[in-house]
Structures are given as C-alpha cells and as structure tokens.
C-alpha cells in the first residue's frame, strides 16, 4: 500500500560514484527545474516522491555493487507500490545496458551517459540548450564542480572509462567562464576543476594543451577565491600550470595526480606511458616550482603480475615521496579492457593486505606531516556545522577526501562559505583542531 507521504510527479535523483556523477545529476536537475518539475536530490524516503532517477557508477566491483543493489532496492519500491516509477543513468548503465535489462526488467528505462536529451523526454521535460551550464548544485553552497571535458582519450590497461564515457571532448574557455560567473553568483566560493584527464584540455579544440590559459580566464572571475585542480595525468602534463599557481593566489596550491602505480614493470603494462625515473622527476619539479604544494594521489595494487618486489618499489616510493594525501585500489579485473587478457594473478586477500599497508604507511606520513602544522595559522572555508564543531578546510584540501579543520562551535559563530584564520592548535592522522585568529 501507498503511504500518503510520497509526494505525486516529484522527482528524486540519487547520485552513486565520483564527482563527475555528481555534476552529470546537476545539470539533470538544473533542466527538469527549467521545466517546472519538482525535483530533490537524494531526498529522505518519506519526502522522496514517486519517480526515481539512479545515476549510477561503473568504475570498478565495489562501485558496480553498490549500484547494482540501489537499483534493485527501487525496482522492488516500485514492485511494492511506494514509487512509480525508476529510472537508470550513467556508467554502469551505458556499461552494462542490455544485462541490466534483462536482469532487472522493473526499471522503466535505462540511459547511457550521453543521452540526457531521451531521459528528459521520458521525465516530460524538454532539453534546454539555452541553459548550457545552469545547474542545480548539490554540493555546499561554497563550492561546486566544474568539468572542463568529458571522456578520456588514454590507453590505460586498466580502466574502462573510455568505454563508458568515450573520447576526451574538451569545453570552450567562454563556456566554463561563463558557467563559473554564474556559480559566482550563486554563492560559490571555490571551484573544483575535474575532469578525466586535466592535462589533456585543449588539445582536441585548441591543438594545444590550454589549461594554463584557463585558469589564467577563471581567476578573473569575481566572487571565485579558490580553484582547484582534481585529476592530471602524470604523462605529458603541462608545466606552465605551475607557473599561473605560483603566480595566482586564487589557485589553490594544491593538485591531485592519479599516479597507479611506480615500478617500471607494472606501469608499462598499465600503459601509463611514462617510468619510475620521469615521475619521480615531475613530482620534484612540482615542488620546486610551487614551494608548499599539496600533492594527492590515488595508487592501485594487486594489478595482474605485480610481484611482492613490485610492491615493495611502490612501497619505497611512497616513503619517500610523503604525499600529502593519498588514496589506494585493489585492482579490479573489468572486461572489455587490456588488462582483462591478463590473468588475475594476485589473490583478493593480498590485494587487500597490500591496500592495508600502504594506507597504514600513508596514515603514519600524514601524522608527521599534520604535526608540523600545529602552530601555524592557515586560510579556511567554512562548509558546515557538525554537532559542536563548525568545519573547515585548508587551501591544502578539497571536500570529502582529505583533512577537515575542526572548530569549537561553542567559542565561535562561523557562516557557511566565510573565509577565516585559523591557528592549528592539535593534529591527527586526518583533521586538524583549531582556533579562529
């Protein structure tokens, strides 16, 4: 039976994955409001409305699950009559379409990843080129995403994004200046600039690698105070970028490289294109270029053949490259890619122990690293209240996957979005404790 709470023709969107997904579901919003429907993300069940629309992701086996299992919760919603209809969208759907038909024949539609035109159609709203960038943003008022392209134009043995999200599609500098101006005046304070691949923006509109010339039109934007750069690819990345961050205060000094992985070995059959040599090099000079810059990289273990002698180099490296954040993969074995002819050599439990190690490694370097930070002041932006602490974050770290900076919300009243002083007063692994100056 029905229950009267659920509110007729709203829609609620949920979001699965990474911040890509995240923004793909904004814009979805942005159209359906532009259309008069009534629309929420991830509304509470009670509130949650009677049209489902899942945006899933399909990177690697948890991320898949995950989405899988939130499928099937609204396909059995709507078999027991508390919604109407559902809805699928994104990675995993654009993936896997004709297995997920069949499996679960209760969703209404699926859609691939470009077909936002057909899924407003089936929610009766009319796609809106007018609105080229006008979104409904789901994040903190303070930031918000903008993606700078789409697709990914890399060979990576590994990964099955190219197949999900298709060729690297660059957007116009007008284009994102504009959509930043907008955000701007939304509120927005900080903007974080993804992407599948950061350093290759600009070749395919540009015949050149033009996102130094970006960031130089986006910190003319007023309003904006922070931008951050989330995904370069190691290979081919653009130097002059670290010339406009050291040169530009709105930049924050601070990138996210998704290295994978260090010995020789492994990166050539991951086809990452570059060496052990060529990256420890690039992460010195982007040191010596931007004294202080925060690096985050994300690592994957377990990939088919890597030796225990694979892994101790990767060890190795991490000790001595002391990233300041740091986030770590058991290799997912994905069909359709290179490395799916390989053989899945590396059992699940070593996998994970090698995921353990590492991480446990990266959590002793943070701890250093976070101790030499007590006693000194920073620049933060509030983004919320939490129980009886406001948080905050450093230039030095983007939302959700890095050190958050806690505040004693009895001391102090803090907005959301306000930019504050802070002295570093105690430090763990992954926050900071401070006080307002």
Same mark, same amino acid.
């Given at each position: 039976?029905?229950?009267?709470?659920?509110?007729?023709?709203?829609?609620?969107?949920?979001?699965?994955?990474?911040?890509?997904?995240?923004?793909?579901? %904004?814009?979805?919003?942005?159209?359906?409001?532009?259309?008069?429907?009534?629309?929420?993300?991830?509304?509470?069940?009670?509130?949650?409305?009677?049209?489902?629309?899942?945006?899933?992701?399909?990177?690697?086996?948890?991320?898949?699950?995950?989405?899988?299992?939130?499928?099937?919760?609204?396909?059995?919603?709507?078999?027991?009559?508390?919604?109407?209809?559902?809805?699928?969208?994104?990675?995993?759907?654009?993936?896997?379409?004709?297995?997920?038909?069949?499996?679960?024949?209760?969703?209404?539609?699926?859609?691939?990843?470009?077909?936002?035109?057909?899924?407003?159609?089936?929610?009766?709203?009319?796609?809106?080129?007018?609105?080229?960038?006008?979104?409904?943003?789901?994040?903190?008022?303070?930031?918000?995403?903008?993606?700078?392209?789409?697709?990914?134009?890399?060979?990576?043995?590994?990964?099955?994004?190219?197949?999900?999200?298709?060729?690297?599609?660059?957007?116009?500098?007008?284009?994102?200046?504009?959509?930043? %101006?907008?955000?701007?005046?939304?509120?927005?304070?900080?903007?974080?600039?993804?992407?599948?691949?950061?350093?290759?923006?600009?070749? @395919?509109?540009?015949?050149?690698?033009?996102?130094?010339?970006?960031?130089?039109?986006?910190?003319?934007?007023?309003?904006?105070?922070?931008?951050?750069?989330?995904?370069?690819?190691?290979?081919?990345?653009?130097? @002059?970028?670290?010339?406009?961050?050291?040169?530009?205060?709105?930049?924050?000094?601070?990138?996210?490289?998704?290295?994978?992985?260090?010995?020789?070995?492994?990166?050539?059959?991951?086809?990452?294109?570059?060496?052990?040599?060529?990256?420890?090099?690039?992460?010195?000079?982007?040191?010596?270029?931007?004294?202080?810059?925060?690096?985050?990289?994300?690592?994957?273990?377990?990939?088919?053949?890597?030796?225990?002698?694979?892994?101790?180099?990767?060890?190795?490296?991490?000790?001595?490259?002391?990233?300041?954040?740091?986030?770590?993969?058991?290799?997912?074995?994905?069909?359709?890619?290179?490395?799916?002819?390989?053989?899945?050599?590396?059992?699940?439990?070593?996998?994970?122990?090698?995921?353990?190690?590492?991480?446990?490694?990266?959590?002793?370097?943070?701890? @250093?690293?976070?101790? %030499?930070?007590?006693?000194?002041?920073?620049?933060?932006?509030?983004?919320?209240?939490?129980?009886?602490?406001?948080?905050?974050?450093?230039?030095?770290?983007?939302?959700?996957?890095?050190?958050?900076?806690?505040?004693?919300?009895?001391?102090?009243?803090?907005?959301?979005? %306000?930019?504050?002083?802070?002295?570093?007063?105690?430090?763990?692994?992954?926050?900071?404790?401070?006080?307002?100056?």
């Amino acid at each position: 039976m029905r229950t009267k709470s659920v509110k007729k023709n709203k829609i609620n969107v949920i979001t699965l994955g990474c911040s890509k997904n995240i923004y793909d579901s %904004e814009v979805l919003m942005g159209q359906l409001k532009a259309s008069g429907k009534e629309v929420e993300h991830e509304a509470p069940a009670e509130t949650e409305g009677n049209i489902i629309v899942i945006n899933t992701c399909g990177f690697i086996d948890n991320a898949k699950a995950e989405s899988v299992n939130m499928i099937l919760e609204y396909a059995d919603k709507k078999e027991r009559g508390l919604v109407d209809k559902v809805f699928v969208t994104g990675c995993l759907s654009e993936r896997y379409r004709p297995d997920l038909e069949k499996e679960i024949p209760n969703v209404d539609q699926f859609f691939g990843t470009t077909e936002l035109p057909l899924l407003l159609k089936a929610l009766g709203a009319d796609y809106k080129h007018e609105l080229l960038g006008e979104r409904l943003t789901t994040t903190p008022k303070n930031y918000a995403y903008l993606k700078i392209a789409e697709g990914c134009d890399r060979p990576c043995s590994f990964c099955a994004i190219p197949i999900m999200r298709g060729k690297h599609v660059s957007q116009p500098i007008e284009k994102l200046v504009k959509e930043a %101006e907008g955000l701007a005046r939304d509120g927005v304070k900080e903007l974080i600039l993804i992407a599948q691949d950061l350093t290759y923006y600009g070749l @395919d509109i540009y015949k050149k690698r033009n996102l130094a010339e970006l960031l130089e039109a986006l910190v003319k934007v007023e309003g904006i105070e922070w931008i951050r750069l989330h995904y370069a690819f190691p290979t081919g990345f653009p130097m @002059d970028v670290l010339a406009v961050m050291k040169r530009e205060p709105k930049i924050c000094n601070y990138i996210d490289i998704p290295l994978q992985h260090i010995s020789d070995n492994i990166l050539k059959s991951m086809r990452r294109g570059t060496t052990k040599e060529k990256t420890t090099q690039l992460l010195k000079d982007f040191r010596a270029a931007v004294p202080g810059i925060a690096i985050r990289t994300t690592l994957i273990v377990g990939y088919p053949g890597e030796t225990r002698e694979d892994f101790e180099t990767l060890k190795g490296f991490v000790q001595e490259m002391k990233f300041d954040r740091m986030g770590c993969f058991a290799y997912s074995h994905e069909e359709n890619t290179h490395a799916y002819l390989l053989e899945d050599d590396v059992p699940a439990e070593v996998k994970q122990e090698r995921v353990n190690e590492l991480m446990e490694l990266q959590s002793q370097i943070s701890w @250093d690293l976070n101790q %030499e930070k007590v006693g000194q002041v920073f620049k933060c932006i509030i983004d919320r209240k939490e129980g009886n602490h406001f948080i905050g974050r450093t230039e030095f770290d983007s939302p959700d996957v890095d050190n958050e900076v806690l505040l004693d919300a009895t001391k102090n009243y803090l907005k959301t979005g %306000e930019f504050i002083n802070v002295k570093i007063t105690e430090a763990t692994e992954f926050d900071l404790y401070g006080e307002v100056v």
